[in-house]
């Protein structure tokens, strides 16, 4: 369900849809499912989907999110990976700083952390893989926080590897 609900948001993207992007956009700084113009944009995709559970809610953010930000799926990168990338382009402790407060975010605050990131993102002109955030965020919850330390990897090994050879090390495709 997660690519089909992903592949409609791309498409309203692609086909230039205004005013179901402005619909998913009423989402925003609302908790999850209570903007009603969202509804014919993302209860069809919730058949599998307990009603009132932290996935529906996932679906909501996550369609609000990307009509702040829309793309297609040509980049297919985590959150934790795009904003490692803009944290060492930049080198602004801020970005860091939010970072952190992002991956400590309880359930209730998530919403406002991610639209914090998407706006950043949409800033530095970075996309990411929607579908992948929106499974990161259907498992935010989850007792083993596996999605907050998948973020969490990507974006401290996001750094692009230094082009220097290191002495007495063949680099990659270089003869030995």
Known sequence: MRGA???YLEGLYEDEERG???ALRRGLG???GEAAAMFPH???FLRDVRSGSWSEK??????????????SGERKTSLGNALGEIWHETERDSVEKRFVALLDAHPDDLGEHLRQA???LRANNVQLDWEMLLEHVEHWTHEDRW???RWAHDFWTSRKKESAPVEGVAQE???S
């Open 5 to 7: 609900f992903i592949e």
């Open 20 to 22: 179901a992007l402005a």
């Open 30 to 32: 609302q908790d999850p």
């Open 42 to 44: 993302v209860v069809p």
């Open 58 to 71: 996932a679906y909501f953010l996550v369609g609000a999110l990307f009509a702040m930000h829309p793309g």
């Open 118 to 120: 998407i706006s950043l």
């Open 147 to 149: 999605a907050q330390r």
């Open 173 to 175: 495709g270089a003869p």
